[in-house]
């Protein structure tokens, strides 16, 4: 396995040049994104694919213009769980690499509506606060901040020099088979983020319970 992270692109058509570059440099060196299982079923590699938002700077990260951003998205995201589910790998759950706050810790959601209700629209917000608002509820079961599915470990750690970047990584997406649907991946996430951008929304948190599972494990609801 070879992970490979690739430099941040400013528009479309960087985007589009990098992730095709690297998908046929890998070919010529004999590597896929693809393996089979036992059975002869193609699936992921089982490497990360994962999608980071912010921007060159932390002062023009979409989350410190807008703090919204942040509370919009996660409420989006516990609305809609295909989002976790569709794209990620064959382990899931609150042990995977990318779990939902919601899938064993279900007082988080109390405690985020709480940190979301902090978040002022439309205001400035310290940067230090609006990570330390959900620092510790965007974690997994053991406190890990990097095994979650919407990880902050690079938004804006005063504990971190390297953690003050304005960034948040998407860790619920698995390597593409093919570049296009990579590209696909990256152009769903934009639209929502131009979406919310517009109209953040700030209603209660879903409660799915165990129906997460029990629906969203099943293709015809993904």
Known sequence: MLEVNIHASADWNGLKTIVEGLYEDAHHCGLSAVKFLVNGRPVGSGGGGHLVL????????????????????????RRHPSLSYFFTSLFVGPTSQAPRPDEARHDALYELENSMARVPEGGDLPYWRLD??????????????????????????????????????????????????????????????????KAPRRSSLVRWGTRLHDRFMLPWHL
Not at 54 to 77: C, D, H, K, Q, V
Request: hydrophobic share 45%.
């Open 132 to 197: 330390r608002l959900f620092r510790h509820l965007l974690c997994d079961v053991s406190g890990n901040t990097h095994r979650t599915e919407m990880c902050i470990d690079k938004l804006y750690d005063p504990g971190s020099e390297r953690g003050r970047q304005g960034l948040l990584e998407l860790r619920a997406f698995e390597m593409a088979p093919h570049p296009r649907m990579l590209l696909l991946q990256a152009l769903l996430v934009r639209a929502l983020v131009g979406h919310l951008w």
């Open 54 to 77: 912010g921007a060159s700077t932390p002062e023009a990260s979409l989350f410190f213009r807008n703090p919204s951003m942040l509370p919009a998205m996660i409420a989006y995201w």
